[in-house]
């Protein structure tokens, strides 16, 4: 039985591995090196040497014999010693004994067993898988020197203005999510005194004619969303005062009748009613106390967001 391949293994996992009455194999570690001289780097590797005196049986190559065949250990016992025998036997007529991927055996003119170990056999389990290779230094390279980057003002200008812009939207964004969520909700941002409908076309006559609008507002109270008509006429006795719900304000009769379609076909009788300064309001319904009025304009809102509470004097 060749027992060679059971040292091997034992090799791989122990520091010595004696074979009885014959030696013991030692694995030495040496850490990685490199040559400088050839450039070759080399991995870590645990070298084998022998030693004639460890000769005593500790039972670890016997076992792992006994086990891998299945057999008792006098029988390993046995093996070992049987190859032990041929192996003094070859060496003493001369021959040269190779113990594969280990190293090779051979009687010097003394007659002591000399070992040469495989310089290519390593045992050492971290290094599996590593060889060693060859890699030349880089020329007129020098660890002092410094790659240093051009410094790109151009870049650094963009980016600090897209800072600021950044900045400033993060502030301005929010405000006006604010006050159009302020618009819908609430009357804080609309005027006191609606003068638009829906309409397309009267949205358009507002537009170009604003200032026209906005002077005969003046006339009209603008400290609540209720407007009074300031006549010029000589004082009267006002006996009683109405309220009318303004549903639409038109420069052009035409489409102050548009209007008035509009309103019959949903269930109000409107009314149109021509104002100081030449436009034609459109009067969707008349109450006779604010509060009601308050309450239908509110009711309206939804159908005409512009409408708005004139109140009239009733001689």
Known sequence: MDITIYIRELLF???????????????????????????????????????????????????????????????????????????????????TVVFEHIGAFVNNQEGNVQFEPDGKANYCLNSFGLEPFQCFPLEDYSVRKRIIKPIDKDAINRNEHLRKIMWRAAVVVPLLTLMVVASLKTDLLKSNIETSTLNPLAAAEFELNKEAIEKSAIAESVATPIVEIISSAPEISIQNVQYQIITGSFKLAENAQKHVDELIKRGYTPEVIQAPNGFFRVCAIECSDIETAGLKRNSILSMFPETWILKKDVI
Do not use: M, W
């Not at 014959?22 to 070759?40: C, E, H, L, P, W």
């Not at 005196?53 to 057999?71: H, V």
């Not at 070992?80 to 041929?86: D, F, I, P, R």
């Open 13 to 95: 996992g122990h520091d010595c591995v004696i074979v009885p009455e014959f030696g013991g194999f030692i694995g030495n570690y040496t850490v990685a090196r490199i040559d400088k001289s050839t450039n070759d780097f080399f991995p870590p590797v645990k070298q084998i040497s022998f030693n004639k005196n460890l000769n005593t049986n500790d039972g670890l190559l016997i076992g792992k014999i006994a086990e891998a065949n299945s057999i008792d250990f006098s029988e390993a016992k046995a093996v070992v010693a049987k190859y032990v025998t041929e192996l003094h036997r070859k060496l003493n007529n001369g021959e």
